[in-house]
């Protein structure tokens, strides 16, 4: 019998999530079928088990339902409970296993796909919600020599750095974590991403006129089209400039073997994705 999976959202209708799983599906050989499901807004919880009651195996959750996958989950792995969200959906039997792969899919899009090594690499991280702490403790995983998280309410960012504080006691190799606001930020610096929403309105938090090294990444979290920050990184001399396509690929590959046992190969996938 066939297995289901789908991606759970709302909205949901411009989600490539169907065509990336389908691909990696055909790749490895995987007997699936993989769909949208259009959540009402206070139905997620009714819609996931509605899909579960009809076989379905595992969903991968977008926005806004995050917050709420993570407190359906009867089981969380540790990236998941750092980052106080899930992504990812596994159904064993009565267990609901939540995951969190938006981490670990930007650390390989960056590292792999760029090719940059983050280990000792100044890195500023823009925002403080719930895209920049699902991808905190991958990069600080990574030993940056610093990481500065700007953030227009520093309050928010400085308790996220009281959390990942304790994490670097525990043996996590990073010389500098830093709140500050974006008025005093000081580059340059060697890897700058933005995990704001500032990209969705067209907008672009106050930056400081030399923010990158020679041979920097600049790196936006949206995908599929210039943003203001690209177009702003560009024109302030960042050497690579790079969207979120590769994540979104990588997180997906991560959610696969969770599901399936196997890892497909991204590569193509981001190709195939591209050219359309």
């Known amino acids: 019998m066939t297995d289901r999976y789908a991606v759970v959202g709302n909205p949901v209708a411009h989600s490539k999530s169907p065509q990336i799983h389908a691909e990696f599906a ?8 993989y769909e949208k499901l259009l959540a009402p807004l206070d139905g997620f919880a009714e ?20 917050e709420q996958a993570f407190h359906l989950s009867t089981t969380l792995t540790a990236r998941a409970l750092d980052a106080a969200s899930v992504n990812t959906l596994k159904f064993e039997g009565e267990q ?18 760029l090719g940059f090594a983050i280990l000792g690499k100044r890195v500023l991280l823009m925002g403080a919600g719930g895209a920049a702490r699902g991808v905190m403790l991958p990069l600080l995983e990574q030993a940056p020599a610093q990481l500065i998280l700007a953030n227009r309410t520093v309050e928010k960012a400085e308790a996220l750095v009281v959390h990942y504080l304790k994490k670097i006691e ?3 190799t990073v010389r500098s974590l830093t709140a500050v606001p974006y008025g005093n930020l000081i580059g ?4 700058v991403i933005n995990a704001t929403s500032a990209s969705l309105k067209g907008e672009l938090p106050p930056l400081p006129e030399h923010l990158f090294n020679p041979g920097a990444l600049a790196y936006d979290m949206m995908y599929g089209t210039e943003t203001t920050f690209m177009a702003w990184a560009r024109a302030h001399g960042a050497a690579t400039i790079s969207d979120g396509l590769g994540m979104l690929v990588e997180q997906a590959a991560e959610s696969f073997f969770l599901w ?14 591209r050219a359309a």
């Open 26 to 33: 055909r790749q490895t050989g995987q007997d699936m079928v």
């Open 47 to 66: 819609t996931v088990e509605a899909f579960r009651n009809h076989g379905g195996k595992g969903l991968n959750v977008t926005v806004p339902f995050k």
């Open 96 to 113: 609901v296993i939540g995951d969190n792969t938006d981490g670990v899919g930007l650390v390989n899009d960056i590292t792999r796909n």
């Open 170 to 172: 525990q043996g996590i």
């Open 188 to 191: 340059p610096f060697d890897l």
């Open 260 to 273: 399936r046992g196997v890892r497909p190969d991204t590569a193509p996938v981001m190709r195939m994705l």
